[in-house]
């Protein structure tokens, strides 16, 4: 199971559940009861007092959310927002709306936003986030298009655009996106997310990023590209430059558990078993929760003929990974 390199999460695509406090026993609570009693009681007071005070109400609506206290904090969202529209409380309401599973209201409520403030890519980002949450997919793409034309040259939109159609396996669209993204701006993520799709499908254009990306003496995404690197030479077949780029992950992070493995995976297809599982061994001594060290353990002891260590260690991945698919057929073809 190879690692590639997910690109950062400013998708929240099925980020929010819906949170609702259950409570034991007794009659429900009225609202006016809970937002007279503590925590709530002396800026209840207040805003009684100072009903115009719109950071009160906010105030108010941060604590009842902080208490899962959605549906009344949901009442002084709307309040602030009515008091002083301002794009601050225009995301922490839409955030509270989808909590409470208003997504109609929220995205109401973005598209008057980005009427009024169409510069800011926070309105833009999360709207597309909310149509891809209840299934409106080519609504979230169009949003991004939308705010491409809008602002075509800033790279935000395309790395956004991309990371969404990476999640929706539209690969070869996402590449076209991120591609925009690394000429508008060339710098380490974009070029790291791009690379990992033309990895990903085999482009050689992947060396062409990685080497671009060592020329910069970025540190502290070098062991990144370095396995970017190796996994396409590996999944090419181009296996001494894949164990060269292996063994510099390893020789510049000894913890770097997925070197292990391809490093391993590349002496596992050139039959040579020792060695393969000295490296899997190291693996599962550096992370010895990776299930894919303990699965190629067996599969180096299953090639060995040695079947009973095999079913240990398919066992064992299997431990850690229930859904470990490979290690479970390893498991049924030992016992047969």
Partial sequence: MKKWFSLQP????????????????????????????????GLTDSIKRFPQNQDLYLERAILLSQNNRH????????????????????????????????????????????????????????????????GETQKAIGQYDEWAQQDSTNFE????????????????????????????????????????????TLNPKVITICDELLRKDTSDITDDVLYLKGSYYSDTKQYDKAL????????????????????GIVLHDLKKYDSALSVFTMAATVTNTSADAWYWMGR????????????????????????????????????K
């Fill in 10 to 41: 400013l998708l929240l695509v099925g980020l929010f559940c819906w949170l609702y406090s259950c409570r034991s026993g007794g009659e429900k609570e009225s609202p006016e009861k809970i937002l007279s009693s503590p925590p709530y009681a």
């Fill in 71 to 134: 549906e009344l904090a949901a009442g002084d969202y709307k309040q602030a927002w009515e008091l002083k529209p301002e794009e601050h409380i225009a995301l922490q309401y839409v955030s509270n709306l989808m909590l409470v599973n208003h997504p109609k209201e929220a995205i109401d409520l973005l598209k008057e936003c980005i009427v009024k403030w169409p510069a800011n890519p926070d309105l833009h980002r999360r709207l597309s986030e909310i149509y891809a949450q209840i």
């Fill in 157 to 200: 939109v395309w790395y956004e655009k991309g990371a969404l159609l990476t999640q929706l396996k539209d690969t070869p669209a996402a590449i076209t996106a991120l591609e925009h993204a690394y000429r508008i701006a060339p710098i380490n993520y974009n070029g790291l997310a791009l690379a990992s799709l033309y990895g990903a």
């Fill in 244 to 263: 060269q780029m292996f063994n510099q992950c390893i020789s510049r992070d000894w913890k770097f558990t997925d070197a292990y493995i391809e490093k």
């Fill in 300 to 335: 180096c002891y299953e090639a060995m003929g040695k079947k009973d260590k095999a079913l240990e260690n398919y066992e064992r991945a299997v431990a850690l990974d229930k859904n470990f698919e490979e290690a479970h057929e390893g498991i049924r073809r030992l016992k």
